[in-house]
């Protein structure tokens, strides 16, 4: 089973996120459950930004011991250095240096024409090597580029001794069967393209992020990257979970998984959503609160005959104790039965009827009925008895 390397950029693009502020003490706190999670690689910052994101990334290279840390830099010398001085005392330290390759970017951003491009990143890369035995190059915009200057790049990068390659979709435009085909080209046409690995980084912004990276995956890539909970610039990244419930779910299709221990999943999600205060919709797949919640009473009664009726993966996988069967109004007796046994009461047939019916006439006026709920119906009806 082919490994895929997991990048994690929750400390950097998922801090990018509108109204996300880490400070160094929480970076770290993330840094070390990170760490706990399994992943190969951390983006921690961008230490150019601000003094106190180099200082940041700087106590999550001295805090984390058996994650390669990364610092983010753009193709500019003083830059590199600020990655240079905010990795001293990292274990594993790699430099992410990126430029931006696509028309839209080259002409009205960095108003520079291809030649100027490869030059510029050519002499970054140059100069990082001075310092970085590992570094990471990105194709800011590489979705929007055109593929014969994407293979001129890579080509450069790995001539000039790159060890990843990413090819990020920053603006989430691209197509699942596009994303793949681009990784596709650049294994068949970059001369040496065994000598790197090849990234997929990918943005949300028309909710394909995940179908995209899964699309670089079958397509030879070696590392993903995204964030915990998909956290990230406006629509978010690829939410790391999803990756890896993906490729554990669904091994036979993709023959290839990540090392995670994904049974840290569950309170890593809870973590990031408390100290970036990104709260996680309900119905997010893998880690909202619904996302292991029954209601219909067909489901539930599936559910309680056989969980892989409704269930294509397990609550404790990810590290949560149970399935909920949520009692609402379109749950069954089955599970109406089930709650009442969990909770001490035996009922006949008789009292058993005359409580459903009156649970299904609360059930209609509350979106959810609770146990306090359930325990009110039945000591009430009891009494009557
Ligand atoms: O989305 C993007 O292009 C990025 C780069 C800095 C890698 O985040
Ligand atoms: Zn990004």
Redesign the pocket.
Known sequence: MRKIYVFD?TL??GE?SPGVNLNTREKVEIAHQLERLGIDRMEAGFPAASPGDLAAVNAVAKAVKNVTVIG?SRSREQDIDAVKEALKGAQDPCI?V?L?TSPIHRQHKLRMDKGQVLDTARSAIRYAKKTFSKIEF?L???GRTEYDFLVEMVNMAVEEGASVV?I????GYLSPYEYGNIFKHLKENVHNIDKVQLSA?C?NDLGMATANTLAAILNGADQI?GTINGI??RAG?TAIEEIAMALETRQEFFQAKTTLQLSEIARTSRLVSRLTGMVVPGNKAIVGANAFAHESGIHQDGMLKEKTTYEIMTPETIGLKESKLVLGKHSGRHAFRERLIDLGYELDEEALNRAFAQFKDLADKKKEVTDEDLLAVIEEKLQDA
């Open positions: 950029t950097r693009d990018q983010l992410h990126f931006a990105s800011e915009d590489a990413n990020p979709d920053t603006v980084h943005h990257e990230g610039e990244n």
